[in-house]
């Protein structure tokens, strides 16, 4: 394993990476929590969202300015403007913004505007796409692809970290299996184990893994539970509106219900040491929700 992930693999000796994202620091305890709709539609509702959002404790706030639709028919996202929209809601709210980047002409583009730039699952497996945000100064969000192993995620992440940019979160977003009551199956595991293989942060997205807003808060319960450095929820003020992912997103009301349960579980956990992630994670991080 040590050999296959030169920069990735977790060292006993060595702390955990933290990625630092404005004023918020994603793998040291404290529960990240990034939330947001699944695309920017417009400013207004983007802005009311992300006050929304603020108000019950998001630490960074996402929309997608570029989409990738399944099909060629489907809104696509508002590209640079949605890029101007974000940038500008950040500078209202002072929330971080998290979005993908699909193509590698766009990744100055998209770090000119994000905090973080996000790889989505349908390109993990993009190697130039990856050196590139390897080669960006800004910290990537790097998702796991749908029909990705745990090994392959981890080299995709190897890609970054090689062209010099140590700045990776990982993010368990499921993965397809013959199941289909769920979009995707959220890979609990694979958030345990990728934090014991690698120093990396990693979050989960329940979203995208269970498809349906009723499946949402369980997932990301069992997620944090199972050691998530953070979570990335899809709230939309509408979902009936949304003009992606409207079936999975969230309403700003159930989204706060969920808010202090996650905080009670990530509580918990880090009041417990957990036999399976005993690296030398900064002790005075634990204990913090
Ligand atoms: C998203 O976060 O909006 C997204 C498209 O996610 P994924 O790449 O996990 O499908
Ligand atoms: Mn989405």
Redo the contacts with the bound molecule.
Sequence with gaps: MEVKFRLAARHDDRARTAVQIGPVTVGRGDLVIMAGP??VEDYDHTLAAALALKEYGVHVF?G?AF??RTSPYSFQGLGKEGLEILAAVRDATGLPVVT?VLDTRDVELVCRYADVI?I????MHNYALLREAGRARKPVLL?RG?AATLEEWLLAAEYILAEGNDRVIL?E??IRTFETHTRNTLDVAAIAAARSLSHLPVIA?PS?AAGRRDLVAPLALAAVAAGADGV?V?VHPCPGEAL??GDQSLDPTAFARLVPLLRQVALARNGLTAPWDAGPVDPAARGIG
Excluded at 120 to 123: P, V
Aim: glycine share 14%; net charge positive.
């Design positions: 699944c695309a996402r997608g989409k990738p993908e996000q989505g699952s349908r390109n998702k749908l993010c977003r499921g997205d995208h990335m899809e992606c992912d």
